[in-house]
């Protein structure tokens, strides 16, 4: 595996004119409204099409209407691979599955399946428009093989972000079921990657951190760092400076699930709530939504409207534009989520101006700093419990703390985790990977 020196800011400005570089990036779903991993090959076709570089996207036509109303004028750019048998198959199938054994079983069938129809047009769309590189952004799992080689051009894969497990504590006996199938998987992987052999034959695979890098797949090809997430500055904004108001408001984004252990939050607010003002809402909604309704109501802190004092408001699903909004009301983020490759929410919030408190595990860990947010060792169940109760309640006693957190927040995703920054850097590996000698 050869190693690559990775570029971590923009490069300086070069004669050569960068848009030259034709682009095919190719991905399952490129969407906003998915959320997660989805979101990645849109802000690379945004940007590089604002950018003026010629740039083309293959993905699956479930996301066409979102994509149509994003880009009317950019018909002619996005390419899409029609839902197959199969795929209707996989889907009613995986009903029948814990969602993460699906994931990895059902769910890998179906993205196998689009990837193939994928690379077929790939085929076409590259003789067609002289592509000179393409780039797979998902999925981002280090792991999962890529059938996108033999292309006649170089492919770019990432970068990919993984390698993850629960901490030890949290593993209960169903999920030391799921980790051992999970592990089974990991251990064939190598075996897939040489079935299916894109990662070994891609000229650049792209790893979020140290973590990742170590999972990949050995690789003819040069390797480098460079983070998954990144922020759309003009979009997640910090509000403008106002007067703390007595009363701190928390807010919780991002799906009701497992692993993102929103009950977390919950519980710790109502313990945290008898010792200092402060509301918690939760953005977003998902399979935990009526246990955690329930949970407040149970404590009698379930919110009838937002901003509520003591008291919990579900706000379900939101828009983009809508969560941002709603992070410039609020004062910090919970996130003690317990298996997060990535958390670009955290970066949103950061850029918001909040200071977050998170579980000091995956990607929250690689994001968060003690200068801009509050790192909780997820040890046990009662010492996170503790240390979220401890955090909300001085972040509520202590507006002036607060406020340096979250200035340091911003600073830090303005210099690490700025889209319009990453993509630059991205540019400048398109331009060294079809400089450089096949």
Known sequence: MA???AIDLPPPPTPEPAHDVRVLIVAEHASARFGG??????????????????????????VRDELTALFPDAGDRIHYVEDHALHKLMDRLSAYLPARLSNVTLGFVSRLHTQLLQRRLARRLIGQHGIQVVHQPMPVSPKE?????????????????GGMTYPRAFRSRSE??????????????????????????????LAANERTQAALPATQGQVALLVENAVDMGLWQPPPPRAP??????VFMGRLVDFKAPGV??????DAAQQAPMTLTLLGDGPLGPALRA???AAGVRATAPGQVGKVWFAGWLAQTECAARLREADALLLPSLRECGGAVVLEAMACGLPTVVAAWGGPLDYVTPECGVLVAPDD???LHRGFVTAMVKLAQEPAWRAELGRAGHQRVQTHFNWDRKIEVMRAYYRQIVSSPA
């Not at 090959?41 to 604002?50: A, E, K, N, V």
């Open 245 to 250: 108001s007595g009363v701190t408001h928390f």
């Open 3 to 5: 190693a690559m020196t």
């Open 176 to 205: 030391w079921a799921l980790h051992a199938v999970e592990a089974t998987g990991r251990a064939a992987s190598g075996l897939l990657n040489r079935l299916l052999p894109g990662k070994r034959h891609a000229a650049l695979l």
């Open 37 to 62: 991993e989805a979101v990645l090959p849109l802000h690379y076709f945004r940007l590089l099409l604002g950018l003026g570089q010629p740039v083309w996207l293959v993905t699956h036509a479930r």
């Open 265 to 270: 939050a919950v519980a710790a607010f109502i």
């Open 295 to 297: 949970q407040a109501e």
């Open 381 to 383: 169940a009662a010492t």
């Open 145 to 161: 093989p890529s059938v996108l080689h033999g292309l006649g051009v170089p492919v770019v894969i990432g970068p990919m972000n």
